[in-house]
């Protein structure tokens, strides 16, 4: 069974993983079919589906150089919440605010869902229309 403690330490090796670009580490606290819910209006958000997806969502974020700093971990029987500063160091216009992630665990340990909820929702639409596009059509609907 795993701990709250476990939970915690997965995120946070979640977040070195982060920190250095490590896909592959990232992977390793997820499931393959994890669903990863990105809000607002913006060619990056939504539900990424599998491990993948979510591979490649933070892939678009490290060209935006997007850091994170954790400040807050906090768990119980299924849930990990953490509150971090998240920024960007790259691109037109600039990302920094506080986020809230909501890290489901599944019964092997690992997670399976995450929710993000922004703390300035509209500065993250505007960076992310002003520094990554839609693909155009008829790709995008491909």
Excluded: C
């Amino acid at each position: 069974m795993t701990t709250g403690a476990d939970k915690v330490a997965a995120i946070t090796k979640f977040f070195a993983a982060y920190a250095a670009y490590d896909l592959d580490g990232m992977r390793e606290v997820l499931t393959d079919d994890i669903e990863w819910t990105i809000p607002g209006h913006h060619p990056l958000s939504g539900t990424k589906r599998g491990v993948e997806e979510v591979a490649a969502f933070f892939t678009q974020l490290a060209k935006a150089g997007f850091q994170a700093e954790p400040l807050f971990l906090e768990s119980n029987d299924e849930y990990v919440v953490d509150i971090h500063r998240g920024w960007s160091t790259e691109g037109v216009g600039k990302v920094d605010t506080m986020w809230a992630l909501v890290w489901h665990f599944n019964i092997d340990g690992k997670v399976d869902r995450v929710f993000n909820l922004s703390g300035d929702q509209h500065q993250m639409d505007t960076y992310i229309w002003s520094n990554f596009s839609l693909a155009p059509i008829p790709d995008r609907l491909a």
